[in-house]
Every structure is written in C-alpha cells, then in structure tokens.
C-alpha cells in the first residue's frame, strides 16, 4: 500500500488472515501473528484449519501477487487436486476480479476510505492489469496436478522428447488384455518360473486367478517397497539347488549307514534337548527327513520347497538343550556330533542362511500368496509400460512419472536445469498448489525441481495436514512433513497460519478446541500441531428451545442387560462362580427379559428374589447380563439419531415452529438437508437408513456406490440378452419375469408360446441394436414397456426408476466411447455387475432419485469440503476388517507394503491411529451449529469396564468425551457441552400406523388398468413355483429302462405334474 494516497484511486481492504497482523489477547494467542508479505516471501508454507477460508486467502494471494507484484495472471501457475476445486477455484477468482473492477468503475464511498487497515491501492494502472487479467481469464492456468503435467507435456514436446500426440488412456481398460496375454504367455507355460511358482501358490496355498488378479489390479497404482523383498524365483531356485543338493548327498551318505533309523534321528535320541522343546525339533527333524526321503525318490526342488519352507529350520540346527547329560545321553548339543552328522547339519544350516538372507520365514501359505503376487505385479507392471508405449499412449500415472523425470537433472552434482524446467520456468514466474496435504513424493519432486531450486521463482503451497486422510489414494503426509521442513530450511521461518473460522458458531469452536487441544489428539511430536482457531462469523447460531441440547451434544449409551439362560448354564460349569448358583437360578424365570439402565435392571432382580442384594452381587450380576455387543448399540444408535432429527424437525409434533439457522444472510427454518448424518462404512449408512425410515424421515446417500449391484442391472442384462437372442425361449422367459413386464411365475407356467407381437417387438429392438442406435433402444424400450408409470403409480419406487434410467445412460455412453456392439455391451455389463472390471470412480455412485428436502447421509471421507448446520457423527464401534497388505512409513519415512505380515509392526500403528483421528477431524469440523457425538460410559461399579466394545477408529474420541462427560456432571451450567442417554427399546419407540388404514392402502389399485390383475400380483411361494416351472421345462431327460418303470410305479405321486404334459419343454437358465 502506497504512502501517499492519491485522491483517484480506490483502496480495497484486504480481508484475509494472511495480511492481517493478530491482535492482543485474541484467541490465537499461540500462533504465529507474522503477516505474508510478498516482497519478501518467496517461498512459503501456509496451514489452515477446517472452514478458515482457505480458498477465500488463495484468491485473495493472486491479487496480491497480480497487484503488488504485478506478476501477471497468465504466469501464476494454479494447481490443485480435483476438477471440482479447480472449477470452484476458477469461478471464485473471476468472480473477486469483476467485483473489484466494478467498485473501482463506481468508485463506491466505502471503497474509498483509507482506514489504516491493510489495502490494495486501484489506480489507473492496476485498473488496466485487473481489466487485462478478466479479459484474458480464460488462459488463467489452473489446474489439476494432471492436468497441469498432461499440459507441459504436450506444449513442451520438443523438450520432453515425446511425441506431440499422445493417446491419454485408462490403465483398467487396457489391463484386463495385458493379464490374460501375461497369462497364456507365462502362468499356463510349463517353461516358465514364475509358471512353476503360480502352480505351487495354486496347489499348496489355494490360490487361483481371480485372487491373484484382484490383488495384481489393487496393487497396481501402490507405490513402496516390498516387505519382504522376495528374489526372483528363477535365482531363487538356482541358488537353493547348490545347498540343497549337498544336503541331499550327505543325507543318502548317512542313510546308507543304517537302513533302519536315520544317524540323524538317533543322534538327537542321545542329545541333552530340553524338555519343553524336545518335541518340536523331533517333529521339525522328521519333516526335514521326509522332504529328503522324497528328494531319493525323485521329486524335484520344486515339488520339495512347499514343505521345506514350512519347517522351522532353526529348532533342528540350533535346538535347545540342556547344560547337562542324563543317562545314556551323548551329545550336548548338535556341535558334539561326529563329523558326518555335523556336516549334515551345517548343510542344513546353509539352506536355513539362504531362506533367511532372503527372508523366507513363516507361513509356506502366505509365502507362496506374497512371492508369486510380487513377481507377477513387477511382470505385469513391465508388459503394461510396454503396451502403452506401442500404442503410444500414457495413463495418469505416467504424467507424473515422465513430468518427473523430464525436470530431474542428469548431473544431480551440477544442478543444470534439463531443458523441460527452463521452458516452463520461463512460462511460470509463480507456483500455488492447493490442498498440499495431499500430495505425494512424485508430485513434490516436480514442483521442488521447477520452483523451489530457482532463486528467480516463488512457490507458494497451502494445506492443512490435519485433513490428510486419502492415503488409500496415494496421497502421502509424511512427504508433506518433509516438504515443509525443506521450506523451513530454506527461509528459516514457520508456515503462515490461518486463524479464523468463518464456518462454525462460537459455541460450537469453543468445544471443539477443547477436545483438539492440549497434544493428545496431535502429539507434537507426530509433526502436525492443533492451534486453536477463533469465530470469524459470531452472527452464526443455531436457535432452538429444546432443553439441554447446547453446541456439542453427547449421546449416551445407557447400559443394556439380558438375562441370558445361556449365561446362566455357563456359570454352573465355573469351578469359583462369583454369584451363587441358588441366586441364578432363582432368576431363570426372568430369562430373555431386557432391561436398560442399571437401576432398572437391579429393581427387577430385587423384586423376582424379594430381597435385596449385597454390593459384591449386584456388582458381578451387571457384569455378567451386560449386553456388550457393539453391533446392538450400534442399530440403538441408529433409532435415537432417528428421533433425535425426527425432534428437530418437528415431525409430528404439535409445536410447528423448525429451529432457526442463522448466518450472515439472515435467518431461516431449520431443513431436511441442513442435517447430515456421518459414518465410516456403506453397511452402517443402511442400518441408519433402516431407523429413519420406520421415522418417516425423508433420507438421502450422499455419492452411493451400487449402481451395478441391485436387482435393476440384473433385469437390463437380462433384457438385453433377449433381445441379442429374440428367439431364445429360455431368455425371452427370464425378460418375461423381469419389471419390464411385470409377469409372475403362474403366468409364464400358462404360457407354451409367446404372443406374436412380443416376439415381433423384440425383433425390432434386435435390429436396432445391431445398428448400434442404443440411445433409441433405451428409449424405446422405457416408452414402450412404462416402466416408469408403472413403477412410479404401484410402488412409488422412486429409486428404481432413477437407476433403471441412469443405467441406460451409462451403456449407452460406454458404447459410443468404446465403440460396442450388442455382444460386447452385454458382456461389459456383465463384468460389471460381477465385480471384474471397474466402470469408475463415478459411474457407480447412486443418483439422487428426487428433488424433495432429504436429510443428507454420507461416508466422513465423502464429506470433506462439506459443511451443514447440524452434524451427526454415527458408527465406529465396530471393527474394520483385516487387510491382508499392510501398507505402512518405515523408521526412514520410506513407504512399505508388506505382503507377508497380517499387522503393521507395532512400532508403526500409530500411523493408522493418527489417519483415523484425521479423519474424525475431519467429520466433526463439518458441523456449523450442533454436533452430535455417540460416547459410551462405563459400567457402574467397575470402572474400567465400558458398557460396549468401541472400535479403535473412535476410542481416542470416546476417552476425550469421557472427561467432558464428568465436566458436564460438574459444571450445572455448560453452554458449550450437553449430554442425554440414548432412548430404551427401538420396539417402544416406533411410530405406530392404523392397522386398518395400512390394510385399505394395501388392497387398492387404480380403476383405469386393464384386466389382468394376475399380471401385477405377486405369488404366495414364487420360489417353490419356479422349482416347478424349470422342472415341468427342463427338456429330454436322460434315464433308463427301471427308472421309468419305477417311475409309472410311482404315478400318484407325480400327479401334481400331469396337468402340463402339453406345454412345449424349454429351459430356464439361472
């Protein structure tokens, strides 16, 4: 901002954190008040926090740049990580820049004031830049990573050394070819290695190729090094063949000594083993003995390795022993053996150093899954680089990695720029990647060797690392770490931080920084620091007179106890029960009885035994009736979420009045879509949508996944495969149960031959799928059939409709971009549905099926970016399923993937645990007015007993609300934290609906349909009748003379079937 001020010109106020000095005794008392300033930040490291307006200071950055600076828009390069932030970054930037023009064209009175705060001062030149800049917009450079690398690659071609047209294609299209050539070519060879290797991983380990196909496609983008690093097996194999063939030498030597017992077996006899562990080395010793008894017999190394592998060399080479002889003992330890016998064992000890070196230990099984999955996925990784650079083509991956290479130079000692990193230096003067947290080491060595290593250029990143929660997706915080301390280094100052949340009420930050706070949720020492943000809306509230529902409300858990009759049997067996068997089974009678709480539950024992019980009983009776099962809370969760939203939108309540939402537009009725619900997994998203639909609850999923799993892809496979086969009888009947027709089982058993005019229409639909004209088929198959009438007036099920629709539209595209006819539409479909072939990240996602106000369900990492007035938190207490690939930092911040190990080392768990308290981060930062959090207490009388399993994605959380729990029990008067116990039976709790007004909606049906109601009805038993159906059509039998003369013996009890002898024989297809 200029000195003097000049009496034309406008003078906007800068508005963001970034240049706004902190101000004593405010809330962000603790955090770094040093302003940006662009003359002198060069480079620079900017961290926010959840809703501290992150793009807002980005925007806010390039005018700074574009005015103070007067670097041109054309040369700030913007990247981010998502088409979505890119469009939304696009349209904020244009927008600040008409709005800026405009003022300075009006010369607004507020603009003009100089009020000593941080400005930008328009004059006649910076108008020109502004107006240059708009006018030009459409060149701006922003970006996704992709795209950017995609761009430089293509303009700079003659630099890159690449051809200037290059095919940008998917690697799942091309890799399902790639595989089965890999296949035919070298796993079904028998002159291969790795074909030896695939025929073990299949006979011993219960392999097959849909396995190892799965694991080859999930591995295929990972990057990291392998844990255990196995050999080649070819290598492997020829090494082994050495030592082992020694061993076999020496081992028939000895045998030739004594055809009755090995030498070996009696040295051992007469060796001091101890005890404890005597057995195992004899055990391990005559599997040893057995593989080389097998090797004399002929079997080759291959055969033999399986088995050795799974032996414990080590308790035959270096077996335990004892310091002392018993009687008729003779050797110590194997070192005391004579020189035979020794060199057998030292033989046996070089295969044990090989199998070592190469960290061949454990499970034969899970060595023979990890070895062939690593050999295949480095061959597959090379045939796949081969194929793409036939065709000339390149994925998204191979952006980076040739982006990456291009801009890394020759000579790392002389540090000459390579020709790529000279072209676009001269086209970029400055460098702003967004959402840096989630870069990886790819993308931070192209951005370092562009920007950071130039003393002429600036490069600027901004993130915040508590939201790094997409390492499934490659993203990598640990090189974020890395990166900021290379920034740290280079102009020995902190990042920037943002320090106002522009998203989430007072109240609502005043709680949420007291959970975050205080280094247990992030340890300083993990590299990422909690600082404590302040409101920057204080107009934001949540208006609502319910009692006791402050910003952050706990629900919960209130003890459930079963009287098990189970539990009961399973105490007479304990040798010391802590109750006494009378007092059991004086309460057998109240077996299957549910109570909830633990007075409830202790008043009822009372009253059935007459008489109190003692401290120490009613203490070991809670423990034992206790209900611990995560999944019950979980579903009683469910139905106090339900009510809880059910409360705040006043369904069916006689109070009208919503609670109001107010923000800086005013003030505004509480809505459906103003709630989210949150959780980790698709399958508790289902039990909340279960709950809210018994409420009444109108409900939505937020990017669901299942497009191809439902009953509406089945039908249209079905459908299409009748019409590639119209005179199929067998398909045509499959088509003819589907909801395009609506018939039942009864009707088509009546039916011997189709109606001409059905066969006639499938005819036609026949000829224009084999002109490829899909788009009029689908048309003309939903116009014809109504479908959607006929689903919309009898079921009302909008969701079938919307994806019956939305499924035509995908194969309708996947034909015209692949260039399919009706066979091999059928079978990508088909591939689909199955599993084998991904259709893409958005293809699958479920439509929204109406525009009405719905309440908003979604996973916590679909929320990111997200913000709504009430938030619930839901789920967590139940555990993950088990990964069978670790995927963890090594000691050196190195990636691993480890194929062998079922756990991550435990010295590296933490690493998981900080990614799901991110994540929980993440998810309770999306709330602006209320969060609701599950927490589950202890049980009374034991203190160190909860009263449910919690899962370890939301311990951590349940630990912290267990101090603001007893905080709120202290405290009478909290306007930052409130708690209610969840509700008690789910059954008490349902919305009971007219029995026979339910009855009268069931049997109605619309007057203008024509006679046919048998068509629409359903079946008693569809099932037992389509059993009858495939084997009244099942065709010529093949049998014989005395099965049919018992069968005429048998002619009562087929009775059932002669009423269809004149039906022509068809077969049905499943």
């Not at 963001?16 to 060069?42: C, H, K, P, W």
């Not at 005391?336 to 150093?353: G, H, M, N, S, T």
């Not at 990598?476 to 100052?493: E, G, H, P, V």
Request: aromatic residues 8%; proline residues 3%.
């Amino acid at each position: 901002m200029s000195e003097t001020h000049n009496s034309t010109s406008v003078y906007i106020e800068k508005q963001s954190d970034l240049f706004l000095a902190e101000l004593e005794g405010s809330v962000q008392s603790d955090i770094s008040g040093t302003v940006f300033n662009a003359d002198n930040d060069r480079l620079a490291v900017i961290e926010a926090s959840a809703g501290t307006g992150k793009t807002f200071a980005l925007v806010e950055l390039v005018l700074e740049l574009l005015l103070e600076q007067e670097i041109p828009l054309k040369s700030i390069l913007l990247v981010t990580f998502t088409e979505k932030a890119t469009a939304e970054l696009r349209l904020r930037l244009r927008t600040k820049l008409r709005d800026l023009l405009a003022a300075c064209e009006q010369n607004d009175a507020p603009f003009t004031t100089v009020t000593g705060v941080p400005s930008w001062e328009i004059n006649t030149a910076r108008k020109k830049q502004l107006k240059a800049a708009l006018l030009d917009f459409d060149s701006a450079p922003v970006y996704t990573i992709h795209g950017f690398c995609k761009r430089i690659l293509r303009e700079f071609a003659f630099e890159n050394r690449q051809l200037f047209e290059q095919q940008l294609c998917d690697t799942e299209l091309l890799f399902p070819e790639v595989f089965r050539g890999y296949i035919r070519r070298k796993l079904l060879s028998q002159n291969t290695p790795v074909a030896e290797l695939f025929a073990l991983y299949v006979k011993y380990a219960e392999g097959n190729l849909v396995s190892l196909e799965k694991d080859i496609v999930f591995l295929l983008s990972k990057v990291g090094e392998f844990r255990p690093n196995l050999p080649d097996f070819d290598v492997f194999k020829t090494e082994f063949s050495t030592c082992w063939q020694l061993l076999v030498s020496l081992d028939l030597s000895l045998r030739k000594q004594n055809f009755l017992q090995h030498p070996l077996r009696s040295a051992f006899e007469i060796t001091a083993l101890n005890e404890t562990s005597s057995r195992k080395t004899i055990s391990n010793l005559d599997l040893l003995l057995e593989s080389l008894a097998a090797a004399h017999a002929g079997a080759s190394i291959v055969e033999i390795l399986p088995n050795f592998l799974a032996i414990d060399i080590s308790a035959v080479t270096t077996p335990r022993c004892r310091k002392n002889l018993k009687s008729g003992e003779q050797w110590l330890s194997t070192k005391d053996f004579p020189p035979e016998e020794l060199a057998w064992i030292d033989a046996v000890a070089e295969c044990e150093k090989l199998l070592q070196n190469y960290n061949l230990s454990g499970s034969s099984k899970k060595i023979l899954k990890a070895w062939v999955t690593q050999q295949v996925l480095e061959d597959v990784r090379r045939e796949l680089a081969q194929a793409k650079l036939e065709q000339g083509a390149f994925d998204f991956d191979d952006l980076l990695r040739i982006v990456e290479e291009q801009v890394i130079p020759q000579n790392v000692e002389n540090s000459i720029p390579t020709a790529l990193t000279k072209a676009v230096r001269k086209k970029y003067v400055c460098a702003i990647v967004d959402e840096f947290q989630d870069t990886d080491r790819r993308q931070w060595n192209i951005f370092q060797q562009l920007f950071l290593e130039s003393p002429e250029h600036r490069l600027i990143v901004i993130g915040d690392p508590k939201q790094a929660i997409y390492s499934f997706r490659g993203a990598d915080i640990f090189t974020y770490l890395q990166a900021r301390k290379t920034f740290q280094q280079k102009t020995s100052r902190i990042a920037f931080a943002l320090k106002k949340n522009f998203r989430s009420s007072e109240e609502m930050l005043r709680g949420l920084n007291q959970i975050f706070s205080g280094g247990t949720w992030f340890p300083e020492k993990r590299g990422i620091l909690y600082q404590q943000v302040g409101c920057g809306k204080p107009e934001l509230k949540l208006k609502d007179d319910t009692p006791n529902r402050n910003a952050i409300h706990l629900l919960e858990m209130q003890a459930q106890f079963t009287i098990s009759g189970k539990k009961i049997a399973e105490q007479k067996k304990v040798k010391n029960p802590k109750i006494s068997l009378t007092l059991l089974a004086e309460l057998a009678a109240l077996s299957g009885n549910k109570y909830y709480g633990n007075e409830s539950f202790l008043e009822a024992v009372q009253a059935e035994l007459g008489k109190e019980i003692s401290v120490e009983n009613q203490s070991a009776l809670l423990n034992l009736f206790l209900d611990e099962q995560a999944e019950n809370a979980t579903v009683r969760f469910a139905e106090e979420i339900a009510l809880e939203i059910k409360a705040l939108l006043r369904i069916g309540s006689t109070e009208n009045q919503r609670p109001l939402w107010q923000d800086d537009q005013g003030e505004r009725a509480l809505k459906e879509q103003d709630i989210c619900v949150l959780f980790r997994k698709s399958n508790e998203g289902e039990i909340l949508g279960k709950a809210l639909r018994r409420h009444g609850i109108d409900f939505s999923f937020y990017k669901q996944k299942g497009l191809f799993d439902g009953r509406e892809a089945l039908e249209i496979l079905d459908l299409l495969e009748a019409v590639a086969h119209p005179v199929d009888h067998s398909r045509t009947a499959k088509l003819w149960l589907t909801r395009f027709f609506g018939a039942n089982i009864n009707e088509l058993a009546q039916a011997s031959t189709w109606d001409a005019d059905f066969i006639h229409q499938l005819q036609e639909w026949n000829s224009l799928a084999e002109a490829r004209r899909f788009r009029r088929l689908f048309d003309q198959i939903l116009q014809r059939t109504k479908l959607i009438e006929r689903e919309l007036l009898l079921g009302g099920d909008e969701r079938s409709v919307t994806n019956y629709v939305h499924l035509f539209e995908v194969l309708n595209r996947k034909a015209i971009e692949r260039h399919l006819d009706l066979f091999e539409l059928i079978q990508l479909l088909r591939r689909f549905i199955e599993g084998k072939e991904d259709p893409g990240e958005n293809e699958n996602l479920l439509r929204l099926e109406s525009e009405r106000d719905a309440v908003q369900l979604m996973t916590m990492h679909a929320a990111k970016g997200l913000e709504f007035p009430v938030v619930f938190l839901f789920g967590g207490l139940t555990g993950s399923l088990k990964n069978t690939i670790q995927f963890y930092h090594d000691a050196a911040e190195k990636p691993i993937i480890d194929l062998l190990n079922s756990k991550i080392p435990e010295e590296h768990e933490w690493q998981v645990e900080a990614e799901q308290q991110r994540l929980l981060y993440v998810a309770m930062t999306r709330a602006c007015g209320r969060l609701y959090l599950p927490y589950i207490g202890y049980l009374q009388g034991n203190s160190g007993k909860r009263i449910c399993k919690v899962g370890s994605g939301y311990s951590m959380l349940n630990e912290q609300l267990s101090m603001i729990s007893e905080q709120i029990f202290a405290e009478k008067h909290n306007s930052t934290f409130s708690s209610s116990l969840v509700g008690t039976s789910a059954v008490n709790l349902e919305v009971i609906i007219n029995a026979t007004e339910q009855e009268k909606l069931r049997e109605w049906k619309p007057t203008e349909l024509p006679e046919v109601p048998e068509i629409l009805t359903e079946t008693e038993n569809p099932n037992r009748l389509f059993s009858q159906l495939r084997f009244k059509k099942r065709g010529f039998v093949l049998s014989s003379f005395s099965r049919m003369n018992r069968k005429n013996e048998e002619q009562n009890a087929a009775q059932k079937w002669t009423n269809s002898k004149e039906i022509a024989p068809v077969e049905i297809r499943t």
